[in-house]
């Protein structure tokens, strides 16, 4: 490949979502290039990536999901000041409680200064990482710019639904360009005021954990009754995507079932089995209770699941 020239963008704490989120921007800046209808870039864009980790297995890891793209992409193993200096974007993607273990790092503050800081740590607020980085870096004559952004696993196929949260003051017309390209290149974007990310939280980034139970479910079910297990995950996973498009095309949830529900017929006999075992009401607890742990973690609490009921 040609040497690339423009932007670097660091990972600190590249894991699961770090990887999938490098592996969409990079296959959309792929795309980008190969098509010959390519629409003119946001400036600033990225093409240049570093992933920091701390383990060996870990940038492994990422070697083997991310090389076969064959793209710019440097791995640091325990040097994230390496990292943060290189870039001028940095996507914060450690847990949630490391935030000042990895902030505190002797240089790292000094490194962000006049940066763009992406957060994507589970309810950690935008106030709360200034507050660290002040409290590290008193002096700084250019503070970073933090936003706050959370994204899904399913940026990996870049079908990502991320929620960014408007910034006070409002980002300059730049960067919020360069923002929204950025996980417009994964998936779906939508903009929410800051107060709805540990809500945001629980439904786009634990959504797909929540989802992937309810198919394996029903694929459980199509085993017992006799289907192979392939075909019935298959088939599971394509009828929840075909419902999900039918949703995103317009059709309101309720009339996607009514549809569906004829009278006497199988599938209303199924949905009385489902109501009558709470499912509406405990996914709807699902999301309550993950909106609450995200916003306790974001506050440093440890061990929030055991500590709730």
């Not at 070697?63 to 640091?76: D, E, M, R, S, V």
């Not at 459980?220 to 088939?235: F, I, K, N, T, W």
């Not at 075909?242 to 199988?266: F, I, Q, S, Y």
């Amino acid at each position: 490949m040609e040497e690339q020239t423009g932007e670097t963008l660091t990972v600190l704490g590249c894991g699961t979502l770090g990887i999938a989120i490098l592996s969409g921007i990079i296959q959309s800046l792929r795309d980008n290039t190969s098509s010959s209808t390519s629409s003119p870039l946001p400036a600033g864009i990225p093409t240049h990536f570093i992933a920091c980790v701390t383990r060996d297995a870990s940038a492994k890891r990422i070697h083997t999901a991310l090389g076969p793209l064959k793209y710019p992409l440097q791995i640091c193993i325990s040097n994230n000041l390496e990292g943060a200096r290189s870039a001028s974007i940095v996507l914060l993607a450690c847990k949630p409680q490391h935030l000042r273990t990895v902030v505190s790092e002797p240089g790292i503050a000094q490194a962000l200064r006049g940066k763009l800081l992406i957060s994507i740590l589970a309810g950690v607020p935008v106030t709360q990482i200034q507050d660290v980085l002040q409290e590290v870096d008193p002096d700084s004559p250019e503070p970073c710019t933090v936003i706050r952004v959370m994204p899904n696993t399913a940026a990996l196929i870049r079908e990502s639904m991320t929620v960014i949260a408007s910034s006070v003051p409002p980002l300059s017309k730049e960067l919020y360009e360069l923002v929204t390209w950025i996980f417009t290149s994964i998936g779906r974007v939508v903009h929410l005021p800051p107060t709805t990310m540990d809500v945001s939280t629980a439904l786009c980034g634990s959504g797909p954990a929540f989802f992937a139970l309810m198919l394996e479910s029903m694929t459980d079910g199509a085993v017992a009754m006799g289907l192979p297990r392939a075909e019935a995950q298959l088939m599971a996973a394509q009828t929840m995507k075909g419902c999900a498009g039918l949703v995103l095309n317009g059709e309101h949830p309720a009339m996607v079932r009514e549809k569906v529900c004829t009278p006497g017929g199988c599938s209303i006999g199924g949905l009385m089995v489902l109501e009558e075992g709470k499912v509406r009401g405990t996914l709807a607890r699902g999301v309550r209770e993950a909106t609450v742990v995200a916003a306790e973690l974001g506050k440093g609490v440890q061990g929030v699941n055991g500590t709730r009921f």
